[in-house]
């Protein structure tokens, strides 16, 4: 490990600098999707889902502005407190229409938002309680798992909300993996509603994953600059290109970034070679048909109880309950 890398007082960058190189001396390399989203990728991701193409955020606002009445429905049970845990909560853009329709009915529940990011929950804990007045919020600052790990088992029924098609960043058995974590921290009687992308017009698809303006190729780029940036690595932003195909069979959308030229790149004491169109793969957002969204509820242990979906039915949030 080069002195930068241990000097710094931060963990993150040592652990940012162990992923990254172990995702490019693997074959075909990669890189995971987490480290998009620096502030950098942030403000990209932004731009992203301002594009007219990417109308994966629309739909599902679409439902959260149109169909929070019906997703009450399924949530409240009487007078029966619940925990509201949201994964990866991001401004909370989708959730606080259900937050608000919660809170006009006078239902009892406390919000608990996890994020990874500091920052988040921070801004959370402080802009909601004045946006949504009578909201009881816990902040939960972490990663997903050690949040539940800490909140399962409090006695308090549970219902979760997995939004923005975060799931499809897996493949479809890690997203089965991931289901059958989830279902592990909850009980009979708990709930889910979870966002996912729809198989549709592939050009569609394909569109919105390679916008005709380049944010999402400056989207994957970024990861390279993030590189240089915190792990003194040297990458050609010039010499990599932006290449997104969706396959409508398996319904997936992979993006990578194809080497234009045999060259090699330093990443902190490590000089990872590059054969000419070689790529790392990027990015996974995996695409379902509601036959298998559903599927992936059974075998994960749930029951499939409902799909919300937008007017054009390329989205749905999908509503789970934990098996009996
Ligand atoms: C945040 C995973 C839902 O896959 O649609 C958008 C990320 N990447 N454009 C998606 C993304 C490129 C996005 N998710």
Redo the contacts with the bound molecule.
């Keep these: 490990m080069i002195s930068m890398l241990a000097d710094n007082k931060t963990t993150y960058p040592k652990q940012f600098y162990a992923d990254a190189l172990a995702g490019l001396t693997t074959y075909p390399k990669q890189l995971p999707v987490k480290y998009f989203y620096d502030a950098e990728g942030d403000r990209l991701?932004q731009q992203?889902m301002n594009c007219p193409e990417?109308y994966?955020t629309d739909c599902e606002l679409e439902i959260f502005t149109q169909q929070t009445g019906v997703m009450a429905d399924h949530i409240i049970r009487g007078g029966e407190p619940f925990d509201l845990i949201e994964l990866g909560a991001g401004d909370c853009t989708k959730s606080r229409h259900l937050l608000s329709l919660l809170l006009a009915t006078d239902t009892n529940f406390i919000y608990k938002p996890i994020d990874i990011s500091t920052s988040t929950i921070q801004f959370l804990e402080t802009t909601l309680p004045i946006d949504l007045p009578g909201l009881r919020l816990i902040g939960m600052n972490g990663d997903y798992f050690d949040m539940l790990a800490q909140t399962a088992g409090n006695g308090t029924r549970k219902v979760v909300l997995c939004l923005?098609?975060?799931i499809?960043?897996m493949p479809v058995a890690e997203a089965q993996d991931f289901c059958i974590k989830l279902r592990s921290y909850l009980s009979p009687g708990d709930m889910v509603i979870i966002g996912f992308?729809l198989k549709k017009d592939p050009h569609l698809i394909r569109a919105a994953?390679d916008d005709e303006q380049g944010i999402?190729a400056r989207?994957n780029l970024n990861l390279l600059s993030r590189m240089n940036r915190d792990l003194g690595a040297d990458f050609d932003l010039g010499q990599f290109k932006h290449y997104c195909i969706y396959d409508p069979a398996s319904g997936a959308c992979k993006s990578y970034l194809i080497s234009l030229e045999k060259q090699r790149v330093k990443i902190g004491d490590e000089i990872i070679a590059f054969q000419k169109n070689e790529y790392i793969w990027m990015?996974i957002?995996q695409k379902y048909d509601l036959a298998e969204v559903d599927e992936l509820a059974v075998s994960s242990g749930f029951t499939p109880v409902k799909h919300l979906l937008d007017s054009k039915e390329w989205f749905t949030d999908a509503i789970w309950t934990v098996k009996q």
């Design positions: 991701f992203i990417y994966v923005g098609a975060n499809g960043n992308d994953y999402t989207f990015e957002s």
